[in-house]
C-alpha cells in the first residue's frame, strides 16, 4: 500500500526551542493533515491543509502544504512541556486511495526537557 | 459533548476467545473506521464504513469483521483472537465532506 516517510523518528530538545518535521510521499497527496497524539489518547487533530503550497498556522505551530504535493512539513516554535507526545501526519492520496482511508505517518516522538 | 466512545478501555483476553470492542458516535458522522497502533508501525487501518450497512477492507482486515447496523456504532469483532492481534486500537468517525477523522481514546487490548 501507500506509505507516508515521516521524519525524524524521535527528537529530544531542550524547552525553548524550535522544532521541524517532515512527511513525504512517492505519491501525490489530496490533503495533508498533521495529528498529535498524547499518552493514553488517541490523536487529536492540529492542523488540515487543502492545497499546495499552502501554509497554515494554528499557534505555535505552523503546517505547510508541498508544492509538489508529495511532502508537508510541521514547525512548532519556542517549545514548552506540554508539546511532548507524539506527531503524525497522515494524507489523502490522490491516486489509488479508497473514500475512507488516510494513510499515517509513523510518527514523531516529541520529548522536551524543562 | 461531540465524541466517539469506546469501550473497554483495557482487555487482557485469551486465544480463541471471541470478544467485541464497542465504539459510539454523537456527531451523526457517516464515516466511521478502526486502527490499530503498534509501535514502529503507526496506525493502519482495519475496516471502514460510510454509512449504515456499507462497510470495507482497510490495509489488515484479517481476523477482524465489523457491522454498521445503526449509524452512530460500529462494534469491531474478533471471533477466534490471537497474541498477534495484542495491539492498541483506535475508532474513529467524520462526517462525509470532511476528510479528517476524530479519533476515540483507544482500547488496549492484551491476547495471552
Known amino acids: 500500500g501507500q506509505q507516508l516517510n515521516q521524519s525524524p523518528q524521535s527528537m529530544f530538545i531542550q524547552e525553548g526551542e524550535d522544532v521541524s518535521m517532515n512527511c513525504t510521499s512517492s505519491?501525490?497527496?489530496?490533503?495533508w493533515l498533521w495529528y498529535k497524539q498524547e499518552p493514553g489518547e488517541g490523536p487529536v487533530l492540529l492542523i488540515a491543509?487543502?492545497?499546495?503550497?499552502e501554509l497554515t498556522s494554528n499557534g505555535r505551530l505552523t503546517a505547510q502544504f508541498g508544492i509538489t504535493r508529495k511532502d508537508s512539513f510541521l514547525n512548532i516554535s519556542a517549545s514548552i512541556p506540554s508539546d511532548v507526545g507524539i506527531y503524525f501526519c497522515a494524507g489523502r492520496p490522490h491516486y489509488g486511495g479508497s473514500q475512507g482511508n488516510l494513510i499515517f505517518g509513523k510518527g514523531t516522538k516529541l520529548s522536551v526537557k524543562p | 459533548e461531540a465524541q466517539v466512545t469506546q469501550n473497554p478501555r483495557y482487555l487482557i483476553t485469551v486465544t480463541g476467545k471471541k470478544l467485541t470492542v464497542t465504539c459510539s458516535q454523537n456527531m451523526n458522522h457517516e464515516y466511521m473506521s478502526w486502527y490499530r497502533q503498534d509501535p514502529g508501525l503507526g496506525l493502519r487501518q482495519i475496516y471502514y464504513s460510510m454509512n449504515v450497512e456499507v462497510t470495507d477492507k482497510g490495509d489488515v482486515p484479517e481476523g477482524y469483521k465489523v457491522s454498521r447496523k445503526e449509524k452512530r456504532n460500529f462494534p469491531l469483532i474478533l471471533e477466534s483472537p490471537s497474541p498477534n492481534q495484542t495491539s492498541l486500537y483506535f475508532c474513529?468517525?467524520?462526517?462525509?465532506?470532511?476528510?479528517?477523522?476524530?479519533f476515540g481514546s483507544g482500547t488496549r487490548l492484551t491476547v495471552v
Open positions: 491543509l487543502y492545497k499546495a503550497g
Open positions: 474513529a468517525s467524520r462526517p462525509g465532506q470532511v476528510p479528517y477523522y476524530t
Open positions: 505519491s501525490i497527496f489530496n490533503t
